[in-house]
């Protein structure tokens, strides 16, 4: 039995660890009775400066995201929009751990199924083509608009769905059947005052101004962050070069 409503979704995000890093944007493609019904995208504020590689991998940069919106804000929008639709997603399982997470924190159940185009495809493309959303748009002249923007791969991932589904779905009818996504995951806990000591010392140190939320600061996000300023800038020194009593252990 063919699918016929679902959501399509992808995510840009700060990072690869959805325990650790957050979203940058969501774009989502609802489909009813095998149209398109409606189309969600928002640019979601990450308070912390992006990396040098997700500022060239999606075009986002410090500047966009932080016009974008709070997660706060966003996420109850997300829930409504997605409703109790299954999610389809190229690798949907990477996007489904930052959704998740992002459940997790602010107390809401998040059980959903899923559609994942990329493992459609390794089932039933030969094995030596390359299966990213890029590779497969041009083999089947999917025109996909900025790569690494959300809402367009979102489209594109449908468009790839329907296409495999049309050529594929009478023979392997078990490969485009919804199936649930488990992601197991804690709440993340809020950064410790000895964290947030050290992270404004370390700023004040080397003069940087930090694009930071200090009050939905978590202990990930702030360990991460104290480790880019010693990683980029070093530790502060004491009088005799050495490292200030406690610095060792005060990110956690």
């Known amino acids: ?19 650790r890093d957050s979203i ?29 590689e997700v500022i060239a991998l999606t075009g986002i940069t410090n500047e966009m995201a932080a016009g974008g919106r709070e997660m706060d804000e966003v996420f109850p929008e997300i829930m409504e929009f997605f409703g109790d639709s299954p999610l389809l997603g190229h690798n949907v399982m990477f996007d489904y751990g930052f959704l998740k997470q992002a459940a997790i924190n602010r107390n809401t159940p998040f059980e959903r199924q899923g559609i994942d185009t990329l ?40 468009e790839l769905y329907e296409l495999l589904e049309a050529a594929h779905e009478t023979a392997q009818p078990e490969l485009f059947v919804p199936f649930p996504l ?16 050290h992270l404004k010392q370390l700023a004040d140190y080397h003069g940087i101004v ?43």
């Open 1 to 19: 039995m063919k699918i016929q409503n679902y959501v399509a979704v992808d995510l840009e995000m700060t990072g690869l660890n959805a325990k």
């Open 24 to 52: 940058l944007e969501i774009g989502a493609v609802r489909v009813k009775n095998k149209q398109v019904e409606a189309e969600y995208q928002a640019l979601i504020h990450p308070h912390l400066e992006l990396s040098e």
């Open 119 to 158: 493992k459609i495809a390794r089932k039933v493309l030969p094995p030596d083509e390359k299966k990213t959303l890029q590779a497969l748009c041009g083999r089947f002249g999917i025109v996909c608009g900025h790569r690494h923007r959300a809402l367009d791969d979102a489209l594109a991932a449908m």
């Open 182 to 197: 488990v992601y197991k995951t804690k709440k993340q806990q809020p950064a410790t005052n000895r964290q947030k000591n």
């Open 210 to 252: 930090l694009n930071v939320s200090w009050e939905t600061l978590t202990k990930n996000e702030a360990s991460r962050q104290i480790d880019r300023l010693i990683s980029q800038y070093g530790r502060i020194p004491k009088p005799d070069g050495g490292c200030p009593p406690g610095c060792a252990d005060m990110r956690s």
